[in-house]
């Protein structure tokens, strides 16, 4: 189930839009439930020659675990088996927040700029792979980011761009 709501252009200036999900299912598997909240937002002003744009989304998910294979027999005799049964869960969050400064620079050039903060954590991860094993998560953020906590991941940075239009092209 998603609501969404755009205000349209308001006094010639502003633009807003605002969208709120959720997925909740109870999964084949046994014990393989799934709860997924989400948010959008953004908010737009129109400037002389571009505009600034806010933009934010995010939320939160709660998963049972069901990732764990089974074997023939076990399939044959119920194909929802589980071998997790126990409650083994875990929930995630992330919270991405976003500006963005576009203006013309002239009729064949733009410059855009962004800067951005995520903000992620895991208050329930029980099965991590251990690092012992080679995996880790922050692998994949090297850069910009660093933890917090064993659960918490933040990331900062920005990005400025030239765009250069040819008209002949």
Same mark, same amino acid.
Request: proline letters at 2%; hydrophobic letters at 40%; charged letters at 15%.
């Given at each position: 189930?998603?609501?969404?709501?755009?205000? +349209?252009?308001?006094?010639?200036?502003?633009?807003?839009?605002?969208?709120? +999900?959720?997925?909740?299912?109870? +999964? *084949?598997?046994?014990?393989?439930?799934?709860?997924?909240?989400?948010?959008?937002?953004?908010?737009?002003?129109?400037?002389? &020659? $571009?505009?600034?744009?806010?933009?934010?989304?995010?939320? @939160?998910? &709660? %998963?049972?675990?069901? /990732?764990? $294979?089974?074997?023939?027999?076990?399939?044959?005799?119920?194909?929802?088996?589980?071998? =997790?049964?126990?409650?083994?869960?875990?929930?995630?969050?992330? @919270?991405?927040?976003?500006?963005? /400064? /576009?203006?013309?620079?002239?009729?064949?050039?733009?410059?855009? !700029?962004?800067?951005?903060?995520?903000?992620?954590? !895991?208050? &329930? @991860?029980?099965?991590? =792979?251990?690092?012992?094993?080679?995996?880790?998560?922050?692998?994949?953020?090297? /850069?910009?980011?660093?933890?917090?906590?064993?659960?918490?991941?933040?990331?900062?940075? %920005?990005?400025?761009?030239?765009? *250069?239009?040819?008209?002949?092209?």
């Amino acid at each position: 189930v998603s609501v969404g709501v755009q205000s +349209g252009l308001i006094n010639q200036k502003w633009m807003s839009y605002i969208k709120l +999900g959720q997925v909740r299912t109870n +999964g *084949f598997r046994n014990n393989s439930s799934a709860q997924v909240e989400s948010y959008q937002l953004s908010v737009v002003r129109l400037l002389k &020659k $571009g505009s600034l744009r806010f933009n934010a989304f995010g939320g @939160f998910a &709660k %998963s049972e675990l069901a /990732y764990l $294979g089974i074997d023939k027999s076990t399939f044959d005799a119920n194909r929802k088996s589980n071998p =997790f049964v126990n409650g083994e869960s875990d929930a995630f969050q992330q @919270f991405f927040n976003q500006l963005q /400064y /576009y203006v013309a620079l002239n009729s064949k050039s733009t410059l855009q !700029a962004s800067a951005y903060f995520i903000k992620g954590a !895991a208050p &329930k @991860f029980q099965f991590l =792979f251990p690092e012992s094993w080679g995996y880790s998560i922050y692998l994949w953020f090297r /850069y910009h980011s660093y933890r917090r906590r064993y659960d918490e991941l933040l990331s900062f940075g %920005s990005t400025i761009l030239w765009c *250069f239009y040819n008209a002949y092209l």
